[in-house]
């Protein structure tokens, strides 16, 4: 056959790599039709964007999500870290938990300019 003969294809074939997300697995086992979940899928990316090849588009989109985890997880740790070094101090006489950063914020508050005052607090 030329290439101007040849047959279009009529079936596609899907498979899992050993890498992917457990999550497709369980998206696929939750479906009671692949075939039709698919083509709802296409549909509705078509329809928001346009039939460009997007092949690259999943190493990108994993590539992402791993940039926001281990970004999520740089801020919490931050957070973390944060709040060990939160200056605190425990007065025994009267049993109370001194914050010595909300002291300075007091004090910074103090420096409010007139014009910084909303009118109905003047």
């Given at each position: 056959m030329s290439d101007t003969q040849k047959k279009k294809r009529t079936v596609y074939s899907f498979g899992?790599?050993?890498t992917d997300s457990p999550i497709i697995k369980e998206f696929i086992e939750n479906q009671t039709n692949f075939s039709e979940t698919v083509r709802y899928l296409i549909y509705k990316y078509v329809s928001e964007n346009n039939t460009a090849d997007i092949s690259y588009k999943f190493n990108e989109l994993l590539f992402n999500n791993a940039m926001t985890v281990n970004t999520n997880?740089?801020?919490n740790e931050d957070?973390?870290?944060e709040s060990e070094n939160h200056d605190t101090s425990y007065n025994e006489e009267s049993n109370n938990i001194i914050d010595t950063n909300d002291t300075n914020d007091t004090?910074?508050?103090?420096t409010l300019e007139a014009d910084d005052i909303p009118d109905c607090y003047k």
């Amino acid at each position: 056959m030329s290439d101007t003969q040849k047959k279009k294809r009529t079936v596609y074939s899907f498979g899992l790599k050993k890498t992917d997300s457990p999550i497709i697995k369980e998206f696929i086992e939750n479906q009671t039709n692949f075939s039709e979940t698919v083509r709802y899928l296409i549909y509705k990316y078509v329809s928001e964007n346009n039939t460009a090849d997007i092949s690259y588009k999943f190493n990108e989109l994993l590539f992402n999500n791993a940039m926001t985890v281990n970004t999520n997880k740089s801020i919490n740790e931050d957070n973390v870290i944060e709040s060990e070094n939160h200056d605190t101090s425990y007065n025994e006489e009267s049993n109370n938990i001194i914050d010595t950063n909300d002291t300075n914020d007091t004090e910074n508050n103090n420096t409010l300019e007139a014009d910084d005052i909303p009118d109905c607090y003047k």
